[in-house]
């Protein structure tokens, strides 16, 4: 297969396979230390069940890079290949690094969380941590607004945004596994088009990780995500969201910015409304009700799995209007 698909779709398979041989280990694992999901008032389960999303999908992330770098120094490839692949690891390898640091800040907090139950200000502060340290690295939204302040502001706030937003997705059986997996192949497919290959192989290789996971998460649960699992996923989207040039002078479509905001539109539309919900009604935002989008659709007459996929293909038709920008 030619470059770069070959490329796109080595990535996707392989933290696929990763993942899926991976996730039953991790179940076993947390089972044996502890770390379950018990049943509750607001839960559906009636047994408890593995939180082993999140190390089973960072698993699959660092292999899967740790592959894709051992990759480019294989005969396999031709010259032509070669000399690409490396020039965009030249380029891209601080913003790489930074990318998978982040990743096990976001998910270390969220296994913590997992573990002892942080109160919603202590995960906040870690939240606030890791954005910032992923702004101080370069990594950061301009949006055209020539201050340094305004970029490290705006970037934060993203990161913390879509962190939260898929942890409160995380509400029905494969909502935010399914939902991930369908932003980073938007954002793989948007960087593809601009040529950025290294930053789309990355989108392909996370959506890879979230579609290897995902069997075991849906439509029946054997494995939850866990807020190591949605925060990782969250963190992931939020970055894969800001790593593409949406403007340069080879693409002048200022609309183009816009793109993260068709692709994520579902995720951040149920954060504000259910946020609203509970402000209006005077309960703290962070806690926990049923008025997600998908506990509405399922209030209307929905199976849990058909609200699921409802969300599935809105965010998929909304995302892939991103790509006429």
């Known amino acids: 297969m030619r470059f770069p698909e070959g490329i ?4 996707f398979l392989l933290a696929t396979l990763i993942a899926a041989t991976v996730t039953p280990i991790w179940r076993r694992v947390c089972l044996r230390l ?8 607001r839960k559906i389960h009636t047994a408890s069940v593995p939180l082993a999303g999140g190390p089973a999908l960072f698993t699959a992330l660092l292999l899967s890079a740790a592959f894709c770098a051992l990759a480019i120094a294989s ?17 891209r390898s601080g913003q790489l690094i930074v990318f998978l640091s982040g990743a096990l800040a976001m998910f270390s907090l969220g296994l913590l969380d997992d573990r002892y139950e942080f109160s919603p200000g202590i995960k906040f502060f870690g939240q606030v941590v890791v954005g910032f340290l992923v702004a101080a690295s370069g990594i950061r939204i301009t949006l055209f ?11 934060i706030f993203w990161i913390i945004t879509l962190v939260n937003a898929f942890n409160f997705m995380d509400n029905m059986n494969g909502l935010c596994t399914g939902s991930a997996a369908i932003a980073a192949a938007l954002f793989g497919c948007s960087a593809s088009m601009r040529g950025e290959y290294l930053v789309a192989g990355l989108a392909f290789l996370c959506c890879g990780a979230f579609c290897g996971f995902l069997p075991w ?13 949605s925060h990782l996923a969250g963190y992931l989207v939020a970055v894969l969201a800001i790593l593409p040039r ?18 994520l539109a579902v995720p951040l539309f149920d954060l504000a409304s259910v946020v609203w919900i509970r402000w209006s009604s005077g309960q703290p935002f962070y806690i926990g009700d049923n008025n997600h989008l998908s506990h509405r659709l399922v209030r209307r007459g929905l199976t849990p799995p058909t609200a699921v996929a409802l969300i599935w293909l809105i965010a998929l038709l909304i995302g892939s209007l991103s790509l006429l920008l």
Do not use: C, Q, W
Request: proline share 10%; aromatic share 16%; net charge negative.
């Open 8 to 11: 796109y779709f080595g990535s």
């Open 34 to 41: 502890g770390l379950v999901d018990d049943p509750g008032p």
């Open 75 to 91: 005969p396999a490839l031709d010259d032509s290949t070669l000399e690409r692949l490396r020039y965009g690891f030249a380029h």
């Open 145 to 155: 607004v020539p201050s340094i302040v305004f970029s490290y502001v705006v970037t």
């Open 217 to 229: 998460n849906f439509p029946r649960a054997t494995a939850f995500l866990g807020d190591s699992g």
């Open 246 to 263: 949406y403007y340069s002078a080879k693409y002048p479509h200022t609309l183009a910015v816009l793109t993260p905001l068709f692709v």
